[in-house]
């Protein structure tokens, strides 16, 4: 079995076809066969990716029922008041569904490399971190706007017990077995 973990740049697509749009793909940095994204990350996310040929692993880690802890850095424009992020934090209407409860703090700036293509605020900014045990398509940008707080930037910094560590954008490398380990045990 592999394991691997990517720090997937802005920009790329979190899958190996391109299907005509033009966007780097997996493709253009993982050289390796039979591998897939154990989750998504959508085209102007960033960060955690994790890829396995450990079906069982993939099914564990991306179903809806067993809610493997994400967390997510989010750079959002607008005043971050207490109010709003503990709205957050108690779940908020969207599109017909409430959101799970999850943690948010305000953190520092996390010192990402600058993206390829600037942030541009309007306003006021501010770095929040958000623990989510659930995932649906663009889930934090929605949250976010919802609670009036626009997201400029994500990136996704853990998953489960597995974290980034100093992998450079566009980079990959191998799980350890001890990191494969505790996935596998976080995930039973």
């Known amino acids: 079995m592999r394991y691997i973990l990517f720090n997937k740049p802005y920009g790329a697509l979190s899958q190996f076809t391109d299907e005509g749009t033009g966007h780097p793909t997996l493709k253009q940095f993982i050289p390796v066969p039979g591998v897939y994204a154990a989750g998504r990350l959508d085209r ?8 396995t040929d450990d079906g069982a692993l993939i099914k564990k880690l991306t179903d809806p029922r067993h809610h493997e802890e994400k967390i997510y850095w989010a ?11 503990s709205r957050l934090e108690r779940g908020v209407d969207l599109k017909g569904y409430r959101t799970l409860p999850c943690k948010i703090r305000l953190i520092p700036d996390p010192g990402l490399p600058p993206r390829p293509k ?13 623990k989510l045990r659930e995932g649906k398509k663009r889930q934090i940008r929605h949250m976010t706007a919802a609670v009036g707080l626009f997201t400029l930037r994500l990136f996704r910094s853990q998953l489960g017990p597995i974290s980034l560590g100093d992998l450079a954008p566009g980079e990959w490398r191998d799980l350890s077995a001890d990191e494969v380990r505790r996935l596998k045990n976080n995930s039973a």
Do not use: A, N
């Open 44 to 51: 102007d996310s960033e960060g955690l990716l994790l890829l």
């Open 75 to 85: 750079l959002v424009e607008g005043d971050s008041s207490l109010e709003k992020l």
């Open 118 to 130: 600037p942030v541009t605020p309007h306003g006021p900014t501010s770095w929040i971190e958000i």
